[in-house]
């Protein structure tokens, strides 16, 4: 597995890939969420390529960039055992020199809503990173998960406004036994925090079987009560919305619904989301 650093050497690998280049673009931190994708991607492509950068202009000030869990030399030792072909790991000058003026934005209610209100400039730098990466790279396919569901719909909805020619495919989340989405961010967690954090795909399981007997406000609301009684100490929103474009659903609607979360524990925001 090669490791590049510079956008000269990735050039010149990418130049040298004959047949389909499965992509999947990470902060780091890899867990078997990430390798599930990597596995996916190994099933579907001649090579596999993964990159490895925490991505400065997806964070606001106060969020947790500077702390953001950084194992270079573990996740390249995962990768290797993944059987991935090559890693994209670039520096942030490499990325944003200082001349760098470009941002990509994607419009749209797909923006706006739920994890766009409450991190506003976040799908600002998730898309620019990512188009520069599709430019970068030029993958047949990228694999994202639908952990980040509304990532995924924010990364197929510009892939297909700027003409890349890049398979955008989303991937099924991956959870531990007890039902937790796996990520990086699980690591900020203290053992009495993950108690709590294992409740989280419960309750969204609990207010889907809800729908069954109440309203879709009424099932939203008591999910929002079950997490802050299961010890989550603020829910930024858990909703049921239409799950093609987010917005929001009267009851009885036949439209495919998924169920959107992001809550607090401490200074760690996790999310979840599943099909209604
Ligand atoms: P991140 O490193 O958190 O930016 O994630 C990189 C990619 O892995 C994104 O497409 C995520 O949606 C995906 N991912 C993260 N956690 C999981 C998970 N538990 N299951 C599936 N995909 C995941």
């Known amino acids: 597995m090669e490791t590049l650093k510079t956008l000269a050497a990735l050039r010149e690998w990418r ?13 780091g931190a890899l867990h078997d969420g990430h390798l599930s994708l990597v596995e996916r991607a190994k099933a ?20 947790d960039y500077d702390t953001y869990p950084r194992e270079l030399t573990s996740d390249k030792a995962k990768l290797e055992a993944a059987g991935a072909s090559a890693v994209w790991a670039p520096t942030p000058l490499e990325m944003y020199p200082e001349d760098f003026v470009t941002s990509v934005t994607v419009g749209g209610s797909v923006t706006s809503v739920l994890e766009g209100a409450f991190r506003p400039h976040h799908f600002g730098g998730v898309a620019t990173v990512v188009a520069k990466l599709f430019g970068q790279v030029s993958p047949t396919n ?33 959870r531990d036994a007890d039902g937790l989405a796996l990520s990086s961010r699980n690591a900020y967690l203290s053992d009495e925090h993950l108690v709590i954090a294992k409740k989280l795909n419960r309750i969204l399981k609990e207010a889907i079987a809800n729908t069954k007997t109440m309203s879709i406000k009424d099932a939203e609301n008591r999910a929002n009560d079950d997490l802050l009684i299961a010890g989550f100490h603020k829910i930024d929103y858990v909703v049921i919305r239409d799950a093609e474009d987010l917005s929001e659903v009267e009851d009885g609607t036949k439209r495919p619904l998924r169920i959107l979360a992001a809550a607090w524990l401490g200074n760690t925001r996790l999310i979840d989301n599943m099909a209604v």
């Not at 890939?17 to 499965?22: A, C, L, T």
């Not at 980040?148 to 991937?171: E, F, H, N």
Request: charged share 15%.
């Open 15 to 27: 130049a040298k890939q004959k047949g389909s280049v499965g992509f999947i673009p990470t902060m």
């Open 44 to 63: 579907e492509n001649d090579t596999v390529i993964v990159s490895i950068f925490v991505n400065p202009t997806q964070f606001a000030p106060h969020e």
């Open 142 to 174: 990228a694999y994202f998960g639908e952990k980040d569901y509304q990532q995924l719909m924010v990364i197929t909805r510009m892939a297909q406004d700027l003409s890349i020619p890049t398979k955008v495919l989303g991937c099924p989340i991956y």
